[in-house]
């Protein structure tokens, strides 16, 4: 490392001459490409999904709340995006954007990383700084990208910079967000600043790639373990005669040493349901545990169920023979993305029932059905299980024979025909 | 209820003439007290420690951040303090304000309480307007207090508002604090915010005295949730070779979402580590689970046996035949009191240590030791347990052989001879 070939690329970065390439062009991949690309980067994009790239050729970013239409005006200019992983060959600094996850048993699942890994590895070329993205377990970098990269004998820069973003939040976006960075030396670091510096952002050095990885890991697994906290403490207040909303917006009146967090049907999303069992995980090799986040994982595996025994409590009829109606299936009001949606879950714990959501046209087999107020009260109850911003909830109070609110949406209407779940 | 007597009571707080009484003179009721006091209302205490009300007589409030010399210059004129029962007889408006506790097998005691309640109760005037302020299970003043007063067959005006208050923060006074207010009616609610609305606090009215109740323990369970989360991640970042410090400072740059909470032997204090186990007690009652309060409650019973652990690895002898001493042992920094304090626990788990505290002279049969830092070296290892503000801690790191430091109170300073624990 170091000399001449280090100049060059932080000179390449300072004149922004340097290609950005992006293996995994989900929604984090993408922000980070229409970053650079706005600031005049020629970008690359490499994604193993054809229909994506055809997606984004059409303008259509694939995402509801991101269009991202400049970033594909710039597409066939300084903007090219493959499903041929050789294009990465062509950057200078790649960026490792894939998603991890998380199995049914909620045991973490690095394989696209490590595919991603050996993808970059083979795509290297000397002097290449690459950049871990990826949400995963403190270590992953440097016990297994490292090797790889070693073992190919050549020049490289290596640094880790997690993704912090809030889907659909417009008060942030990717330039105003601080960046936490890290670099295997004190060389990478200052290549990693400088790139992060040359667009605006502002930059956290972390003591190690480690520490980087830890930091956005543990931020999840505290939202994880608060919402959680809501949810098992909405259960317990339920039972006492209790609404937990006007407990929290009691709490909040606090003005010090207290954040809300609100009760849901569960966390959903590529995140905070899912990356936490990384801590969990990795803990256990090193005979540590992490009990509150075990138990939070699997309250929020829970909550879907609550959310049916509430439904099935309220019912006049068996649940079996009830007409139900689940409206918003996203993993989040406003957004059409579905993973680790529990508001799907609930749908799939209902097998006979309807659905609706705006961004959301089919589900598995399933169809979504076209949005009639006035048909509400075909339905024997109508669960709000994500609570889009399009809905208008006056009207479903109104029409509907039975509420089943689980983000207190209906709050300020009647409550007379609804149950909070 | 109602007419003649209502519009007098309301009147009296208005025109400041309502004499305000408190059961209870620790540091919330006398924060009260001080309150009212101040703005012109005649004040009356009652507590059942003699030497308590001496102490106030020569000018000390028994309490190091809580000096409240004004309040004591109002004694023998605007107000009176007495271990005599019958002096809440003279008061209009009679605040319960006594600790509520839990014992060793974090079972929660209201003895005290209920005492109260029964005090109340015998003194009880016609007309008077009870609230309740001590911090307990949501229910309480409903179930507990309402049926004795209901016994009387007088009129009352009953009414729940929480302590809300951080010992040693000086941001934030009495009035500056909102108030959560209920009461049993809406005629009762409206003697209560007119009351703290008479010295200038904001209030929030709860939508039920129950509500307001689990408002208060709410809160409490969140700090010793994320503080318990803090503490088991300390525990495992530690044994991945982390310190947890660095990851919550890299955390702390993310701009939303996330609030950072501190690693410590533990918290301590009459409410957090206390407060959240009345929740869990109650719902047991109702089957329902508050498995993340139990689950950071054992955490931070554990703490102060993590830091043991830590300091026998890192002495050079068997911890039984080393000399030890332990710097701070008050719940909190700055403050002086012992209440739940994880670091006396450390100081008991070393029945052979010394120990210095600037706040605290004794511990049981233990005199604080004159602290000398050029003696520092006759000790195998100094413990950080409470990072009060008056330590010089580079003088701590550079005279003493090993520092176990619980509080990341030597950042800064060379880490050679410090462990963090």
Chains 1, 2 share one sequence.
Not at 203 to 208: E, F
Not at 220 to 237: D, G, H, P, Q, T
Not at 288 to 317: C, F, G, S, W
Not at 331 to 356: C, R
Request: charged letters at 25%.
């Amino acid at each position: 490392m170091g000399g001449v070939l280090t100049h060059s690329l932080l000179e390449k970065i300072r004149t922004k001459t340097a290609t950005i390439g992006v293996i995994g062009m989900g929604y984090i991949g993408l922000q980070l490409l229409d970053a650079f690309g706005q600031k005049g980067f020629p970008i690359v994009g490499f994604d193993i999904d054809e229909h994506k790239i055809e997606c984004f050729k059409k303008g259509d970013s694939t995402i509801s709340y991101l269009p991202l239409k400049e970033l594909f005006a710039l597409l066939g200019k300084s903007f090219e995006a493959s499903i041929d992983p050789t294009i990465l060959n062509r950057a200078d600094v790649v960026v490792v954007s894939v998603p991890t996850n998380i199995d049914k048993h909620l045991v973490p699942n690095f394989d696209l990383l490590r595919k991603a890994f050996q993808t970059v590895v083979n795509q290297f070329r000397e002097g290449q700084l690459i950049i871990v993205q990826s949400t995963t377990y403190p270590g992953t970098t440097e016990d297994e990208l490292l090797p790889m990269l070693k073992k190919l004998k050549k020049r490289f820069y290596l640094g880790y910079v997690p993704e912090i973003s809030d889907p659909g939040n417009v008060e942030y976006n990717f330039t105003s967000i601080p960046r936490m960075t890290s670099g295997l030396t004190t060389e990478c670091l200052e290549m990693v600043n400088a790139l992060y510096e040359s667009i605006g952002c502002q930059v956290y050095p972390c003591a190690s790639m480690k520490v980087a990885e830890a930091a956005k890991v543990y931020t999840n697994a505290y939202r994880l373990l608060n919402i959680s906290f809501a949810n098992e403490m909405k259960v317990l207040f339920d039972k006492m005669g209790m609404d937990i909303w006007e407990v929290i917006e009691a709490a909040s009146t606090k003005p010090f040493g207290f954040a809300p967090f609100y009760p849901s049907p569960g966390a959903g999303g590529d995140c905070i349901p899912v990356d936490p069992s990384y801590l969990s995980w990795k803990g256990t090799e090193f005979d540590a545990k992490a009990t509150l986040i075990d138990q939070a994982l699997r309250i929020n595996q829970e909550m879907p169920h609550y959310v049916i025994d509430k439904l099935r409590d309220a019912l006049n009829k068996p649940l079996k023979s009830a007409r139900v109606l689940v409206l918003g299936v996203a993993f989040k009001k406003d957004v059409n993305g579905l993973q680790e949606s529990a508001s799907l879950k609930i749908l799939n714990l209902l097998p006979d029932a309807d659905f609706h959501d705006p961004y959301i046209e089919k589900v598995n087999e399933k169809r979504a059905i076209e949005l009639n107020y006035d048909r509400l009260s075909d339905y024997d109850a109508v669960i709000i299980a994500t609570d889009h911003s399009v809905y208008d909830y006056g009207k479903i109070v109104e029409k509907s024979l039975l509420v089943i609110d689980t983000r207190n949406a209906t709050a300020g209407f009647s409550q007379k025909k609804v149950v909070k779940a």
